[in-house]
């Protein structure tokens, strides 16, 4: 079955600290790759996608993620964390046809101020 | 930004009783999903919807679930016989072309 991994669970962060995320996904043949953030309270957000062209993805509020399919990876990255970004970051992925998405099991950020 | 609307926010209800979640997809959009996220575990797909059908199910959404659009907009989720392990948060998301949103989510308490 086509599976989303995200490796770290809970990370805590300083203000202007790196961020750095994983995220894997399973072979499936083409791939489309999403991250989503969820503030407190809030519902699912996109923050960027990859479908296909320039591995390297930029997406809102200063976030960006490379594709590396060589590594069936999908990293999300910032490089300096605001105690805004606290929030729960799920990295999805919906193969050929995209259909449903498959979601990782998320990670919860916590920026400290 | 377009929004898909969800009601109600929380909804508890007696372990055995049905339940009708209710979301309002953004008017243009093709595709409609209902997703679940159980406290401390991974959003699941639960089921889509097209040209007003279900074109695709999880292993998840058993006889219990259904769908349905009844009157062009609200897009409504039905669950006949309520069970404690379907406690979660439902989100409805709805889509056309590449981007999916998501509603805000409501919160099922089964007691």
């Known amino acids: 079955a086509q599976s989303v991994s995200q490796h770290n669970h809970h990370v805590i962060l300083s203000e202007a600290a790196s961020l750095e995320l994983g995220c894997n996904y399973s072979?499936?043949?083409?791939?489309?790759l999403f991250w989503y953030v969820q503030y407190p309270g809030q519902h699912l957000q996109l923050l960027l996608k990859?479908?296909?062209?320039?591995?390297l993805v930029k997406g809102i509020k200063g976030f960006e993620a490379e594709f590396i399919k060589s590594k069936f990876s999908f990293n999300l990255r910032k490089p300096s964390v605001q105690w805004s970004d606290t929030a729960e970051y799920f990295c999805?992925?919906?193969?050929?046809?995209?259909?449903?998405?498959?979601f990782g099991t998320g990670t919860r950020l916590l920026v400290s101020p | 930004e377009p929004e898909v609307t969800q009601t109600p926010s929380h909804q508890v209800t007696q372990m055995g009783q049905e339940v009708i979640l209710r979301c309002v997809p953004i008017?243009?959009?093709?595709?409609f999903y209902w997703y679940r996220q159980i406290l401390g575990q991974k959003v699941e797909f639960l089921v889509s919807f097209y040209n007003n059908e279900i074109s695709e199910k999880s292993e998840i959404f058993d006889d219990q679930f259904s769908v349905e659009r009844p009157d062009g907009s609200n897009f409504t989720l039905k669950i006949r016989s309520t069970k404690l392990e379907d406690s979660a948060m439902y989100f409805c998301?709805?889509?056309?072309?590449?981007?999916?949103?998501f509603g805000q989510g409501t919160r099922l308490t089964v007691v």
């Open positions: 072979y499936g043949g083409t791939v489309n």
């Open positions: 999805a992925a919906a193969w050929a046809g995209f259909q449903k998405l498959v």
């Open positions: 008017s243009n959009h093709l595709y």
């Open positions: 998301a709805s889509r056309r072309g590449g981007r999916t949103f």
């Open positions: 990859y479908f296909s062209g320039d591995p």
